[in-house]
């Protein structure tokens, strides 16, 4: 095993004052699902910061993020610093992996929000929260849970240790629970306060590709 610690260092960005969210989350689960070609919600989020030409956002931090799993198998989220280090986040969604591959080839916009209960005199940090309420464009879809990397997932991080975006089937099938497929992608990394980050899924292909955002709230 080859993979890299992740760092420990955490960038923030002055341009995500918390009211946004506040005002974002409220009004979450109201919002119509838009197609990419009505509702940018990268620039609509980003008024007043600005991005390099393959939309790299200003003051925000790039990862690596793959989402995999076996097709009949609750998909797994993983973010890295880059393809070559160990998982800073792994977490598991309630929702089938090829159920979630479908949603997002054929809406073209995916808007994953997980939100935990904020305590008081907590000091966890956000991505250290164990379990989160997930929705899915607005619709719930149950839980996600954080938890370590198991000697399967290290094996698909390995594997993948060459690879900084693309998506495709590992030599890994289930008889039961199918084929092992991965999408993976660079994503911005906007820590908006200790209460508040946004992983956003950058394309290479420009604005053609799919969108996917990742929120995390504590309130």
Not at 31 to 54: K, Q, V, Y
Not at 89 to 115: C, H, N, Y
Request: proline share 6%; aromatic share 6%.
């Amino acid at each position: 095993m080859t993979l890299l610690q992740p760092t420990s260092h955490h960038r923030r960005s002055s341009h995500r004052p918390t009211r946004l969210y506040r005002a974002f989350r409220s009004a979450f689960r109201s919002l119509p699902i838009l197609t990419p070609a009505t509702c940018r919600l990268h620039g609509s989020l980003h008024r007043g910061t600005s991005a390099s030409p393959d939309g790299h956002i200003h003051g925000a931090t790039r990862t690596t993020g793959t989402l995999f799993g076996h097709r009949k198998a609750r998909i797994s989220l993983s973010f890295q610093d880059n393809p070559r280090s160990l998982p800073l986040l792994l977490l598991d969604l309630s929702i089938p992996t090829a159920k979630f591959m479908q949603e997002l080839g054929s809406s073209g916009l995916l808007r994953v929000a997980l939100e935990c209960e904020k305590k008081t005199a907590d000091k966890t940090k956000l991505l250290d929260e164990p379990a989160w309420t997930a929705f899915v464009n607005g619709r719930s879809i149950g839980y996600a849970t954080r938890r370590d990397p198991t000697e399967n997932d290290l094996m698909v991080m390995q594997l993948l240790q060459a690879v900084s975006m693309g998506a495709g089937v590992l030599p890994n099938e289930d008889p039961v629970e199918g084929e092992l497929t991965y999408m993976r992608a660079h994503f911005d990394r906007v820590v908006g306060s200790r209460d508040s980050e946004t992983f956003y899924m950058l394309n290479p292909d420009g604005n053609s590709g799919p969108e996917l955002t990742v929120f995390f709230v504590r309130i």
